[in-house]
């Protein structure tokens, strides 16, 4: 195969692959409460049937959920409603990708280890401050301030 047959053939595996949309797996994380075995295995079955799924792990202890496969996560959450429990997408997230300082709402004695709860609408949160007076008191306005030469 010369330059121009491999050129050829690159530009087709190109553009078929743009007429075909090809679908990813996707892995959507849910919260469900569940209190036995038999809430678990009836979340599992219901899960088991959406279309796409070719995976779903349950995990009891976190409450937690997980289906992997080609799903859309909205059908996944309403398959999971359907089974008429308390659900939610996954509100967590480890403690490193939150920001600094940790917002108080953030936290959520439920939520699994090093992990916290996932705060998306900021506008109704308020940041701890500081104190003006602490501010001033290492202010370069402040003739009386504090330095550190």
Not at 23 to 51: F, N, P, W, Y
Not at 67 to 76: A, D, I, Q, R, S
């Amino acid at each position: 195969m010369g330059v121009q047959g491999t050129l050829e053939y690159l530009s087709d595996l190109l553009s078929s692959t743009k007429k075909k949309k090809k679908k990813q797996t996707q892995t959507v994380s849910l919260k469900i409460r569940m209190d036995c075995e038999g809430c678990a295995r009836k979340v599992k079955h219901v899960l088991s049937g959406v279309k796409g799924a070719k995976k779903v792990d349950v995990d009891m202890k976190q409450q937690k959920v997980t289906v992997t496969g080609y799903v859309e996560p909205k059908k996944v959450l309403k398959a999971a409603q359907s089974t008429k429990k308390k659900v939610e997408l996954w509100p967590y997230v480890p403690y490193t990708m939150v920001a600094h300082p940790y917002i108080s709402q953030a936290y959520d004695k439920k939520a699994p280890p090093n992990m916290v709860r996932k705060v998306t609408d900021t506008s109704n949160i308020k940041e701890t401050t500081f104190d003006d007076s602490y501010v001033q008191m290492f202010s370069d306005e402040n003739p009386n301030a504090c330095s550190i030469m």
